[in-house]
């Protein structure tokens, strides 16, 4: 059946990134117990309210389950609330998170739920057209560790961001009809 792409289904925009794995031609499955984690080949961390996914990866038990998925050079792409839950540092912040990406996030970077916006986004690792970025309550990078690939930028804020096999996002491609970030993803499936 292809490679298969779990997405941590505690809260957040599940069902949008579901669809857009499916859209780029791999199997898609919700993923919300340890045992579920070790059967795919990558997994999405969605958006959502990242201090709330946090405390039910500790109540879920997923924790371990991710760092071993990590840890075996799974990729990881998380996106809103999943950057923020990737990174090593939260500005202004000692909530749960994994702390697999050597990156410093700053929540709320673009202000509240009122302040929403779209905005293209050039990254030049998906070709020449610009992306449309979708900000909700976003997040951005205040600061890369060396090994970080810094992969686009809004203004001067870092919106997109990789790190070997983990990739994260400040915005929300999974609620657009451009598919080329989902697809960069499966394409760091270790085959």
């Known amino acids: 059946m292809g490679q298969t792409i779990g997405v941590l289904s505690l809260q957040g925009a599940v069902q949008p990134h579901l669809r857009a794995v499916t859209a780029v031609g791999a199997r898609a499955v919700s993923v919300r117990l340890p045992d579920e984690i070790v059967d795919v080949d990558g997994l999405i961390i969605p958006g959502g309210e990242s201090t709330t996914i946090g405390m039910l990866i500790e109540r ?20 809103c609330a999943g950057m923020i839950l990737l990174a090593k540092e939260i500005a202004d912040s000692d909530q749960p998170r994994l702390g697999l990406m050597g990156v410093r996030v700053v929540r709320n970077s673009f202000g509240r739920q009122v302040d929403s916006f779209e905005s293209l986004i050039e990254i030049k690792a998906l070709g020449a057209s610009p992306f449309p970025g979708v ?25 997109l961001a990789r790190q070997g096999h983990l990739l994260a996002a400040s915005f929300h491609p999974e609620l657009t009809d451009d598919r080329r970030l989902h697809s960069l993803f499966l394409d760091m499936l270790v085959v």
């Open 135 to 159: 900000f909700i309550r976003a997040p951005h990078i205040e600061h890369v560790e060396p090994d970080v690939d810094v992969l686009a930028r809004l203004g001067d804020r870092i919106v």
């Open 60 to 79: 879920f038990g997923v924790r371990q389950a991710i760092e071993r998925h990590a840890a075996a050079g799974k990729p990881i792409f998380g996106t």
